[in-house]
């Protein structure tokens, strides 16, 4: 299962946001990830 945001500001910065689970149906295994990403114009 999988999970994610976006937000972008009219002036070009953006925050992406994810998380992902892994083992649904499975007694014995379980996987939690994130990740995070925040963009930042330059120019």
């Known amino acids: 299962m999988e999970l994610g945001l976006s ?7 953006s925050l992406d946001l ?7 149906g499975v007694s014995d295994y379980q996987a939690i990830s994130g990740q995070a990403a925040v963009r930042l114009p330059l120019n």
């Open 7 to 13: 937000i972008q500001t009219p002036f070009g910065q």
């Open 18 to 24: 994810s998380s992902s689970y892994d083992g649904i």
